[in-house]
């Protein structure tokens, strides 16, 4: 009896903060349950590049990019991005960088580790945002008035 007392009075609260917890990328679903995924969003295609937020962000892609093919048989982004097919597609071509390898060498192809494109360049959507943020822009930093030197 005083074990299964001890039981609930540790399990209870256990299954009761579960079933309270919210994730607000969740929603308020409870963990056993599953989500209502939301609808697919129609993301940005207006080919207007967007500044960066701060000199080494990979540019965000201001176009559509449904259904390219990006495995190991081929690389749709490749086929504007790379060096010898900017001419033809007006693209800009993948920056230096994606040539170097990790120790800084310089190679004749895409490095490898550039090759999935949208590990770091991804489509923009106008959705509210899941999370809060509150960067600010370097920029907006510097041009801020500097602290008055406190007086003696
Ligand atoms: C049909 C040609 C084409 C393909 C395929 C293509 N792009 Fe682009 N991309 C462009 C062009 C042209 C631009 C310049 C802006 C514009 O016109 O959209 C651009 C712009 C970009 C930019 C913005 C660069 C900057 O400096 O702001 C990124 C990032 C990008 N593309 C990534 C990708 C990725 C990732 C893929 C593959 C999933 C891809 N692109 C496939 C033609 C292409
Ligand atoms: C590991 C992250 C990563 C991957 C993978 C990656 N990039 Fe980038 N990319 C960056 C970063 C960071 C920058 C900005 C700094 C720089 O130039 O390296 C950039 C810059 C660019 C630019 C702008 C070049 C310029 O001079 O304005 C283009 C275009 C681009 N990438 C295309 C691609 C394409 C196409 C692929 C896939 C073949 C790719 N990137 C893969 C991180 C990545």
Request: hydrophobic letters at 40%; proline letters at 9%; aromatic letters at 6%.
């Amino acid at each position: 009896m005083r074990k299964l007392l001890m039981c609930l009075l540790f399990l209870l609260p256990a299954w009761l903060c579960a079933a309270d917890f919210v994730d607000s990328m969740r929603g308020p679903v409870p963990l056993d349950q599953t989500t209502q995924p939301p609808a697919m969003a129609n993301t940005d295609n207006s080919d207007v590049r967007r500044a960066r937020n701060y000199a080494m962000q990979p540019p965000v892609v201001p176009h559509k990019v449904d259904g390219y093919q990006l495995d190991k048989n081929a690389n749709k982004c490749m086929m504007c991005h790379a060096r010898t097919r900017t001419q033809e597609s007006q693209a800009p071509m993948i920056s230096v960088t994606h040539f170097q390898d990790r120790d800084g060498n310089f190679l004749a192809e895409l490095s490898p580790r550039r090759y999935f494109c949208m590990q770091c360049h991804v489509p923009q959507a106008d959705l509210k945002p899941l999370v809060g943020n509150d960067f600010v822009d370097v920029d907006a930093m510097l041009n801020k008035p500097a602290a008055q030197p406190k007086k003696k």
